[in-house]
């Protein structure tokens, strides 16, 4: 599976953008997916992920009620809408994929990955 992220921006301090990952490969529909983030000078974190037909989906603590991740399988593309963003949620955002019926929330446990789109929001 390959992925391409996009729809990363310079965006003001209570705005919005809306990420994209598209998957490419056979099996791409039945790949859990993930998107985690990484800021300068800090370890890569989870931020949401959905398992494969979207009737499981986890954040994490620091973005529930504001980002919201779906899927669109006959695309193969996996979103995060965000809302309501704050500096702090700054970083390079990657998705990532892992052939499994589960959901994961674990940077380890995903096999593939895409290159990242940065997401800056200004104070």
């Known amino acids: 599976v390959q992925l391409q992220a996009s729809g990363g921006g310079l965006v003001q301090f209570g705005g919005s953008l809306r990420l994209s990952c598209a998957a490419s490969?056979?099996?791409?529909?039945?790949?859990?997916l993930g998107w985690f983030r990484q800021a300068p000078g800090k370890e890569r974190e989870f931020v949401a992920a959905?398992?494969?037909?979207?009737?499981?989906?986890f954040y994490s603590d620091s973005v529930k009620g504001r980002f919201t991740i779906s899927r669109d399988n006959a695309k193969n593309t996996v979103y995060l809408q965000m809302i309501s963003l704050r500096p702090e949620d700054t970083a390079v955002y990657y998705c990532?994929?892992?052939?499994?019926?589960?959901?994961?929330?674990?940077?380890?446990?995903?096999?593939?990955w895409g290159q990242g789109t940065l997401v800056t929001v200004s104070s």
């Open positions: 990532a994929a892992q052939y499994t019926i589960r959901v994961i929330t674990t940077v380890g446990l995903y096999d593939y």
């Open positions: 959905i398992n494969w037909n979207g009737d499981s989906i």
């Open positions: 490969g056979r099996t791409a529909s039945r790949h859990a």
